[in-house]
């Protein structure tokens, strides 16, 4: 069986165009992937070191806290409950928000925070809640790390237990360090991205076209050419 060349470099232009066309998808949607596990690492290291930097600003200003009557007290007695030096300096320093709770049964309440509520008050008071996320994790004794929403804006965050002298967990720490900076890179990544393979997308398609559209006549033009009859050398022959 005759292979006609013209159509088998045709449907192998088409394929490799094709595919060519997945990959390209295919690797925006990984360099997207890609550019949200890089943002993750970031801030969960971040988190990680300002967690530990806020408990060492606890120690430095309240000494070695213990647990009192529905409080956190500092190494001289005193409760620690809404005095928000600790919290203002993390947000100062590190831009980050936090909150100091103490255990209550089953449950962490906030005693000092610099979250704000949109009436510009302390959420002093408020709980953590059993079905939090991190709760069975620092009920554990292990620190948590992920993602929340804090009054309508994306954080990352960590919450470290609060444990005394004999190990027990007393309280709980939590820091937020907002995700806004590194999601707002990643946006104009994934626009600029979006449109570099828009573009080769069209490209690709036209090249594609262009390629059907050549094939197609190289392959009407050899079927007319066969189809035109062909004159005998003997017509031109002078008789005797």
């Not at 088998?8 to 596990?37: H, P, Q, R």
Request: glycine residues 8%; negative net charge; hydrophobic residues 40%.
């Amino acid at each position: 069986m005759k292979i006609n060349k013209t159509k088998l470099i045709a449907y192998c232009g088409m394929i490799a165009l094709l595919a060519s066309l997945i990959v390209g998808l295919l690797g925006f949607s990984y360099s997207t992937k890609e550019m949200d596990n890089i943002k993750n690492q970031l801030l969960k290291k971040n988190v990680e070191n300002n967690i530990n930097l806020t408990m060492k600003y606890i120690n430095n200003s309240y000494g070695t806290l213990t647990q009192g009557d529905g409080t956190l007290l500092d190494s001289d007695g005193n409760s620690i409950e809404g005095r928000f030096g600790v919290v203002d300096t993390v947000l100062e320093d590190l831009g980050d928000k936090s909150s100091i709770f103490v255990k209550v049964n089953d449950d962490f309440k906030r005693i000092s925070t610099n979250i704000m509520s949109e009436e510009n008050e302390r959420a002093i008071g408020t709980f953590l809640g059993t079905d939090h996320n991190a709760y069975q994790t620092v009920m554990n004794g292990e620190l948590y790390i992920g993602e929340a929403e804090i009054l309508g804006e994306s954080y990352y965050t960590a919450y470290r237990p609060i444990k005394d002298k004999n190990n027990n967990i007393i309280g709980l720490l939590f820091v937020g360090t907002p995700t806004r900076i590194l999601d707002n890179i990643i946006k104009v990544h994934d626009a600029r991205m979006s449109k570099i393979n828009i573009l080769i997308i069209v490209l690709r398609a036209i090249s594609l076209g262009s390629l059907i559209a050549l094939a197609s006549a190289s392959v009407r033009d050899r079927e007319l050419n066969s189809a035109k009859p062909h004159i005998s050398e003997e017509l031109f022959d002078i008789p005797e």
